[in-house]
């Protein structure tokens, strides 16, 4: 993850990307952001800013070996701490989980404690970083680093460790060489305040309205108008923002949009959801979102002849703009409307709508990705 990638907060990154090129970066720092102020995204580009090996004045490069190995979290010197739910014996410490913290972090990450409980289905239970976790993280940073660089332990919400934290406190004290510690938190409150007395402290505010209409505009379709005003609403939590943008459009739109998302991102777990929900909306409702998504596409194939004027209103408007400015191509279009229209007949024929859906959701990938 890039700091571009990252929305607004301009000074916290100038801060950092200062402190590495003046060669004064902390053992162990803390970075302290409410939820959807993005503290956990900022933490993984400055992470990738140090370990970058062509790193330009004010971000990473996004392509190096390093970059690569940061942003797809598989990189052997950068561990990932945080707090999990306690189910039997299946997860004892981090590694147990890191598959599905890989996944939920790379698709959002600016997910909150909530979302990833969720992710573990485990909604119910309380999360909690427990001490064979801490032990672990003393064994991994005693170890030599694999790439011959820093080692990295990123802590995310230090306030699940609870008293056992105070584990920790030597080696935040006397980190081995080339080790960093980066605490990322929401609350000062629940951290221990011996935690936080040993580390360089850095608060990120919410992010700045313009920063978040913009985002919204580029990341969710929203107009001008919708992201200014959704931007206003939710005070600089971006979260908050995108759960909000989710109810400012019509319901196919919605839907739409998601599968869309899904397809051109080929989240295939995501889309058996999908498929489970719309098929909800039973053999007529499905009919009709099918026939919206073929008229959007038509829409789309014909705006680069005649314009988007007259043809839509409102989020729609954008939403086929913005559509069109991904330059799919009229074949691409086509093979896309013909899947829409095959599951239409199929769905006329009274199959059962999850399969129909979800094969039709393995179309639309072929079809996206049709040279
Ligand atoms: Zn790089």
Redesign the pocket.
């Given at each position: 993850m890039k700091f571009s990638s990252v929305i607004g907060q301009e000074g916290p990154k100038n801060r950092l990307i200062h402190g590495v090129k003046t060669n004064r970066v902390a053992h162990a720092q803390l970075i302290l952001g409410s939820e959807g102020s993005g503290n956990l995204a900022l933490a993984l580009a400055y992470i990738?800013y140090l370990l970058?090996?062509?790193?330009t004045d004010n971000d990473?490069?996004?392509?190096?070996g390093?970059?690569r190995k940061v942003s797809a979290l598989v990189h052997p010197d950068v561990h990932f701490t945080f707090p999990f739910p306690k189910k039997k014996d299946e997860i004892e410490q981090c590694s147990d989980a890191y598959p599905q913290w890989r996944e939920a972090f790379i698709d959002d990450p600016y997910l909150n404690y909530g979302d990833w409980m969720q992710q573990m289905n485990a909604e119910n239970k309380q999360g909690n970083i427990p001490s064979k976790e801490l032990r672990s993280i003393i064994k991994k940073v005693s170890l030599k680093s694999f790439e011959g660089g820093m080692k990295i332990c990123l802590i995310w919400l230090p306030e699940y460790m609870g008293q056992e934290g105070n584990i920790l406190l030597k080696l935040l004290e006397e980190p081995p060489d080339q080790t960093l510690f980066l605490l990322v938190g929401e609350n000062a409150d629940d951290i221990l305040s011996t935690i936080i007395s040993r580390t360089q402290l850095m608060r990120i505010a919410p992010i700045l309205d313009s920063d978040m209409a913009l985002a919204l505009i580029q990341t969710e379709g929203l107009s001008d108008e919708d992201a200014s005003r959704l931007a206003r609403v939710a005070q600089g939590n971006y979260r908050l923002a995108r759960e909000l943008a989710k109810e400012a459009t019509s319901p196919h739109l919605d839907a739409w949009r998601q599968w869309m998302s899904i397809c051109f991102k080929r989240k295939m777990v995501e889309a058996f959801q999908w498929s489970d929900d719309t098929a909800t909306m039973g053999r007529e409702g499905i009919k009709s979102f099918l026939l919206y998504g073929i008229q959007v596409l038509r829409t789309c194939a014909i705006i680069p002849h005649k314009g988007a004027e007259g043809l839509w209103a409102g989020p729609e408007l954008d939403f086929v703009v913005k559509f069109n400015t991904l330059n799919i191509g009229f074949t691409k279009i086509e093979a896309m409307v013909e899947v829409l229209e095959s599951c239409m007949d199929e769905i006329e024929r009274n199959g059962n709508a999850k399969v129909i859906l979800m094969d039709a959701s393995y179309a639309m990938v072929r079809a996206i990705m049709k040279k």
């Open positions: 990738q970058c090996k062509q790193k990473s490069c996004g392509e190096c390093t970059c």
